[in-house]
């Protein structure tokens, strides 16, 4: 009888005790660069592709082989920080207007949404995008960017629009898992 008001017990606390975030990550998978200083979790199922001079990481949906999230890295300009560099909308509308959707791309990038999070004394701007091709199909964008060591980072997750709201809590779960150090 004791044995089993022991594991009771035990069960109980354990799952009373258990971190609320494990949840958000079901589906998930780790990725740690600890070269670059970064990570991030990324959907189960996806593969890592190597891009010859294109972002630091790219992996990719097995089945929807364009939907993908990657991380790229530039210099930041004269060491400034990610607040110095513009508010979350200015970043924004400078990542549609030159990466997104650049003049003579026939893409068109409408900016739904730009907020600031901070995580571990870090700021990060998370961006929400829908792009239009010009052959009619559209993305959904995500980015996450935040400065660290002299360097913009920038985790970018897309996916097809039509697929968007089926898969929208993972990627969201994924964009705001992305960490610099």
């Given at each position: ?34 070269q670059d200083g970064y990570q991030f979790l990324y959907p189960n199922g ?136």
């Amino acid at each position: 009888m004791w044995k089993r008001i022991t594991l009771i017990l035990l069960l109980v606390l354990t799952f009373s005790m258990t971190n609320p975030g494990t949840a958000t990550a079901a589906g998930l998978k780790s990725f740690v660069d600890t070269q670059d200083g970064y990570q991030f979790l990324y959907p189960n199922g996806w593969l890592q592709v190597k891009v010859a001079n294109g972002p630091d990481v790219v992996f990719h949906d097995l089945i929807e082989a364009t939907e993908n999230v990657s991380v790229v890295i530039s210099p930041v300009p004269e060491g400034k920080n990610l607040v110095e560099l513009g508010t979350p909308t200015e970043i924004g509308y400078k990542l549609q207007k030159n990466a997104l959707a650049p003049e003579g791309s026939g893409r068109t990038a409408e900016l739904v949404n730009a907020e600031e999070k901070e995580v571990k004394d870090k700021k990060y701007y998370i961006l929400e995008y829908v792009i239009q091709f010009p052959n009619g199909k559209k993305r959904h964008d995500l980015a996450s960017i935040a400065t660290s060591r002299g360097k913009l980072f920038t985790f970018n997750a897309s996916v097809a629009e039509r697929r968007w709201r089926r898969v929208k809590k993972i990627i969201r779960d994924s964009v705001n898992s992305f960490e610099v150090y």
